[in-house]
């Protein structure tokens, strides 16, 4: 009954303010900083492609725990997707208390943001729309990472984003992910008060300069990596090659630990 009075009137039995949406907003910031943390880790993952085909294929098989499953384990990457994807539905559901509810709402705010001319009320509404986006286009991401954690690989990889035709997807969800990303963790630094400093203005300037700048970073790094991947697409089909497994051709190293062998390329 308590709960169902907090719902109605936004305080307690007792009459106190509702603590709810404070927690609400606080579970919304620390799965939007995971998110954002672990996006930027992924991009770095992915981007291996740009220095060699061997050097993708060894992280691939780092991140299955090669150096504890011989020939590593892609159920670990399985798991880990799955993982994410409850955090990242998580964080959408919380994301969506903050949206319009119907369209005179929508108008309200629209009409809000332009009379006020805003740059941050402008960001945010660039991050409620990316946000919608990346529900749709990153679920796909995600379940396909899921049920397809074998195929992760230099080859397996192109194909998927070549001949499999992924590759518009990837690039709505690259623009939609660093630009969504980059904007939320500018913003939880302002709200939270990170960086304010004895001159919050002052610094709230420097990190939106910080913020495009990471911005430009990821989507350059992004794109760049996704062409490499596209070349290496049309090459498969070139050489009838799809479907076809990446084969190291790097000599592989080993580090021996007890019990353990940790794979490298020498």
């Not at 559901?93 to 949206?99: A, I, N, V, W």
């Not at 941050?120 to 990316?130: E, M, V």
Request: charged share 15%.
């Amino acid at each position: 009954m308590s709960d169902l009075i907090e719902g109605y009137l936004g305080k307690t039995v007792e009459g106190r303010k509702s603590r709810l949406p404070a927690k609400l907003d606080y579970l919304q910031s620390a799965t939007g900083l995971f998110l954002a943390l672990f996006m930027w880790a992924h991009m770095l993952l992915v981007s291996s492609i740009l220095i060699s085909e061997d050097f993708m294929y060894t992280v691939t098989k780092l991140l299955e725990a090669s150096f504890i499953f011989e020939g590593g384990n892609p159920l670990l990457v399985t798991i880990a997707a799955a993982v994410i994807f409850v955090v990242f539905i998580a964080h959408a559901g919380l994301g969506m208390r903050k949206l319009p509810g119907n369209f005179k709402q929508y108008q309200v705010m629209k009409a809000h943001a332009k009379h006020m001319n805003h740059d941050d009320t402008k960001l945010w509404f660039t991050q409620a729309g990316t946000g919608f986006a990346m529900f749709f286009l990153g679920s796909v991401h995600l379940y396909i990472i899921m049920t397809n954690s074998a195929d992760i690989g230099p080859y397996a990889s192109a194909d998927r984003i070549w001949s499999e035709w992924m590759w518009p997807l990837y690039i709505l969800l690259l623009l939609a992910v660093e630009l969504h990303g980059t904007i939320g963790l500018y913003r939880l630094c302002v709200k939270w008060g990170w960086f304010d400093g004895d001159n919050p203005r002052e610094n709230r300037v420097k990190l939106k300069k910080v913020k495009w700048g990471l911005t430009v970073f990821f989507l350059v790094l992004g794109f760049a990596s996704l062409a490499a991947y596209m070349k290496i697409g049309i090459d498969q089909v070139n050489n009838n090659n799809v479907g076809n497994k990446y084969q190291p051709t790097a000599k592989v190293m080993e580090y021996k630990m007890p019990n353990k062998t940790i794979g490298g390329i020498a």
